[in-house]
């Protein structure tokens, strides 16, 4: 049975299982754009030198985790920041448990 704390949570919800959150990526455009970029690369000169292209491969997923730790470290921070300064409305805790919803099924769907 679902309580109306779990039915506002996932009021968002598509009809397909997703979230209108899920529209926010990982990664900001840019950065994933970058990545791409590098990734295409590294995957063209593996022809070449496929044992440099293996080596680089190890140090843009390394990277590409690095990134994501910083950005969740990030988020982690802010939310932090704003609890030490009383009490966090409903409605601010809702949001952020969304976007935690959002970025774990993100990550297992990778």
């Known amino acids: 049975m679902e309580t109306e704390g779990t039915e506002r949570l996932d009021e968002d919800r598509t009809t397909d299982g997703g979230t209108e959150a899920e529209a926010r990526t990982l990664f900001g455009n840019v950065d994933a754009a970058r990545f791409r970029d590098s990734w295409q690369g590294i995957q063209t000169a593996f022809v070449d030198d496929p044992r440099r292209a293996v080596e680089e491969a190890d ?17 982690k921070k802010e939310l932090e920041s ?3 300064q009383g009490e966090p409305a409903t409605e601010d805790l809702r949001i952020a448990f969304r976007r935690y919803r959002s970025f774990f099924d993100q990550l297992l769907s990778a």
């Open 82 to 84: 704003a609890w030490s």
């Open 59 to 75: 140090e843009l997923v390394a990277m590409v985790i690095q990134n994501l730790a910083t950005t969740f470290a990030d988020h």
